[in-house]
């Protein structure tokens, strides 16, 4: 699919205000699966108006959204949830991968969702917006 298709395709899908979290941002295993073409800026930028909080899957052959991407994330206001991806409890570990990926892109603590206590997920939950007239 073309770029400008994917992006817009992202877009829409998080202006719905039921689409609180965007997970698998580009679809990359690495190794073995390019990600897909798509305008990261403009997803980040539309995560951040739109109150979508984008996943940092902690899965080895993932690690998505890559690191590099963070840093303007956390300056757009975008939140993250790190998610070890485990299908498994042997998986759970791979949350470390994840946290070494949100401190290379700059992330703390108060940028990551599941780090937060309750009452604050369930207030960064609510702030999802949608614009008139979208579900």
């Given at each position: 699919m073309p770029e400008k298709e994917m992006t817009k395709r992202i877009i829409c899908a998080m202006q719905n205000r039921y689409v609180t979290m965007l997970g698998h941002p580009t679809g990359r295993l690495l190794l073995s699966r390019e990600p897909y073409q798509v305008d990261l800026g403009e997803v980040i930028k539309a995560a951040a108006q739109t109150g979508t909080i984008i996943e940092l899957n902690a899965n080895p052959r993932r690690l998505d959204l890559d690191w590099r991407f963070w840093k303007f994330a956390r300056e757009q206001g975008v939140?993250?949830?790190?998610?070890?991806?485990?299908?498994?409890?042997?998986?759970?570990?791979?949350?470390w991968f994840g946290i070494q990926s949100a401190r290379k892109g700059w992330l703390t603590r108060e940028d990551v969702v599941n780090c937060l206590p309750l009452n604050e997920v369930k207030r960064v939950l609510q702030q999802k917006s949608a614009p008139q007239g979208r579900p």
């Amino acid at each position: 699919m073309p770029e400008k298709e994917m992006t817009k395709r992202i877009i829409c899908a998080m202006q719905n205000r039921y689409v609180t979290m965007l997970g698998h941002p580009t679809g990359r295993l690495l190794l073995s699966r390019e990600p897909y073409q798509v305008d990261l800026g403009e997803v980040i930028k539309a995560a951040a108006q739109t109150g979508t909080i984008i996943e940092l899957n902690a899965n080895p052959r993932r690690l998505d959204l890559d690191w590099r991407f963070w840093k303007f994330a956390r300056e757009q206001g975008v939140r993250c949830a790190i998610n070890p991806d485990a299908h498994s409890v042997l998986r759970l570990q791979d949350l470390w991968f994840g946290i070494q990926s949100a401190r290379k892109g700059w992330l703390t603590r108060e940028d990551v969702v599941n780090c937060l206590p309750l009452n604050e997920v369930k207030r960064v939950l609510q702030q999802k917006s949608a614009p008139q007239g979208r579900p």
